[in-house]
Protein backbone atom coordinates (compact mmCIF):
# COMPACT_ATOMS: atom_id res chain seq x y z
CA UNK A 1 0.00 0.00 0.00
CA UNK A 2 2.99 2.27 0.53
CA UNK A 3 3.84 2.17 -2.78
CA UNK A 4 0.84 3.03 -4.23
CA UNK A 5 0.86 6.01 -2.22
CA UNK A 6 4.40 6.58 -3.22
CA UNK A 7 3.72 6.23 -6.53
CA UNK A 8 1.09 9.12 -5.86
CA UNK A 9 3.24 11.49 -4.04
CA UNK A 10 6.00 11.07 -7.03
CA UNK A 11 3.34 11.87 -9.61
CA UNK A 12 2.05 15.03 -7.73
CA UNK A 13 5.43 16.09 -7.58
CA UNK A 14 6.25 15.86 -11.25
CA UNK A 15 2.85 17.64 -12.02
CA UNK A 16 3.93 20.48 -9.84
CA UNK A 17 7.39 20.32 -11.65
CA UNK A 18 5.36 20.50 -14.94
CA UNK A 19 3.63 22.95 -14.20
CA UNK A 20 5.35 25.68 -12.12
CA UNK A 21 7.78 25.02 -15.63
CA UNK A 22 5.11 25.57 -18.11
CA UNK A 23 4.31 28.72 -16.50
CA UNK A 24 7.68 29.74 -15.81
CA UNK A 25 8.43 29.36 -19.63
CA UNK A 26 5.26 31.30 -20.31
CA UNK A 27 6.01 34.28 -18.54
CA UNK A 28 9.76 34.05 -20.29
CA UNK A 29 8.44 34.03 -23.38
CA UNK A 30 5.54 36.55 -22.43
CA UNK A 31 8.11 39.00 -21.25
CA UNK A 32 10.54 38.28 -24.31
CA UNK A 33 7.65 39.22 -26.47
CA UNK A 34 6.56 42.50 -24.99
CA UNK A 35 10.25 44.14 -24.44
CA UNK A 36 11.36 43.51 -27.68
CA UNK A 37 10.89 46.27 -30.31
CA UNK A 38 7.46 46.80 -32.30
CA UNK A 39 5.56 45.21 -29.52
CA UNK A 40 6.02 47.11 -26.17
CA UNK A 41 2.19 48.63 -26.46
CA UNK A 42 0.74 45.03 -28.15
CA UNK A 43 -1.73 44.89 -25.39
CA UNK A 44 -2.79 48.41 -25.08
CA UNK A 45 -3.63 48.61 -28.85
CA UNK A 46 -4.97 44.96 -28.99
CA UNK A 47 -7.61 46.65 -26.37
CA UNK A 48 -8.03 49.39 -28.27
CA UNK A 49 -8.58 47.93 -31.47
CA UNK A 50 -10.71 45.26 -29.89
CA UNK A 51 -13.83 47.91 -29.60
CA UNK A 52 -15.11 47.89 -33.43
CA UNK A 53 -15.79 43.56 -32.79
CA UNK A 54 -17.83 44.18 -29.51
CA UNK A 55 -19.59 46.70 -31.25
CA UNK A 56 -20.41 44.45 -33.91
CA UNK A 57 -20.72 41.22 -31.89
CA UNK A 58 -23.50 44.04 -29.21
CA UNK A 59 -25.66 44.00 -32.53
CA UNK A 60 -25.96 40.67 -33.29
CA UNK A 61 -26.16 39.42 -30.14
CA UNK A 62 -29.19 42.17 -29.57
CA UNK A 63 -31.11 41.20 -33.14
CA UNK A 64 -30.22 37.33 -31.91
CA UNK A 65 -31.77 37.99 -28.57
CA UNK A 66 -34.74 39.84 -29.71
CA UNK A 67 -35.66 36.44 -32.24
CA UNK A 68 -35.14 34.19 -29.36
CA UNK A 69 -36.80 35.64 -26.29
CA UNK A 70 -40.06 36.61 -27.90
CA UNK A 71 -42.03 37.02 -24.24
CA UNK A 72 -39.61 39.65 -23.47
CA UNK A 73 -37.88 41.22 -25.94
CA UNK A 74 -36.05 43.59 -24.17
CA UNK A 75 -34.76 40.73 -21.79
CA UNK A 76 -33.30 39.11 -24.52
CA UNK A 77 -31.87 42.98 -26.07
CA UNK A 78 -30.31 43.11 -22.86
CA UNK A 79 -28.98 39.67 -22.18
CA UNK A 80 -27.85 38.79 -26.34
CA UNK A 81 -26.26 41.70 -26.39
CA UNK A 82 -23.64 41.43 -23.09
CA UNK A 83 -23.13 38.47 -24.42
CA UNK A 84 -22.45 39.23 -28.21
CA UNK A 85 -20.41 42.28 -26.86
CA UNK A 86 -18.42 40.01 -24.39
CA UNK A 87 -17.96 37.07 -27.27
CA UNK A 88 -16.69 39.85 -29.96
CA UNK A 89 -14.64 41.33 -28.13
CA UNK A 90 -12.66 38.21 -26.29
CA UNK A 91 -12.42 37.16 -29.95
CA UNK A 92 -11.03 40.19 -31.22
CA UNK A 93 -8.93 40.77 -28.45
CA UNK A 94 -7.61 36.74 -28.62
CA UNK A 95 -6.83 37.85 -32.36
CA UNK A 96 -4.69 40.60 -32.10
CA UNK A 97 -2.91 39.43 -29.22
CA UNK A 98 -1.78 35.78 -31.05
CA UNK A 99 1.52 36.65 -31.61
CA UNK A 100 1.80 36.83 -27.52
CA UNK A 101 0.00 34.07 -26.71
CA UNK A 102 1.73 31.64 -29.24
CA UNK A 103 5.02 32.97 -28.19
CA UNK A 104 3.73 32.43 -24.18
CA UNK A 105 2.36 28.22 -25.35
CA UNK A 106 5.78 27.77 -27.46
CA UNK A 107 7.95 28.80 -24.49
CA UNK A 108 5.84 26.50 -22.00
CA UNK A 109 6.18 23.81 -23.96
CA UNK A 110 9.69 24.32 -24.42
CA UNK A 111 10.00 23.99 -20.42
CA UNK A 112 7.89 21.50 -20.12
CA UNK A 113 9.59 19.47 -22.30
CA UNK A 114 12.64 19.53 -20.32
CA UNK A 115 11.36 19.03 -17.19
CA UNK A 116 9.57 15.73 -18.88
CA UNK A 117 13.15 14.95 -20.07
CA UNK A 118 14.98 15.60 -16.76
CA UNK A 119 12.09 13.41 -14.94
CA UNK A 120 12.47 10.58 -17.35
CA UNK A 121 16.76 10.69 -17.11
CA UNK A 122 16.40 10.68 -13.48
CA UNK A 123 14.33 7.50 -13.37
CA UNK A 124 15.79 6.00 -16.22
CA UNK A 125 19.89 6.48 -16.07
CA UNK A 126 21.67 6.12 -19.16
CA UNK A 127 25.17 4.17 -18.84
CA UNK A 128 27.89 5.16 -21.14
CA UNK A 129 30.62 2.57 -19.71
Same mark, same amino acid.
Given at each position: ?????????????????????????????????????????? #?????? /??? !? +???? $?? @?? *? &??? %? #?????? /??? !? +???? $?? @?? *? &??? %?????????? !????????? *? &????????????WLSRNPINYG
Amino acid at each position: MSNLSEKIKLNLVHGKELVESGIGGAKEARDEVLHSEGNTDL #VALAAQ /KSW !R +GAAI $GL @LA *G &AIG %G #VLADDR /KPL !R +GVVA $GG @LL *G &AVL %GFGGSFAWRT !RPLTSAMAR *G &AKKRIGKARDKHWLSRNPINYG
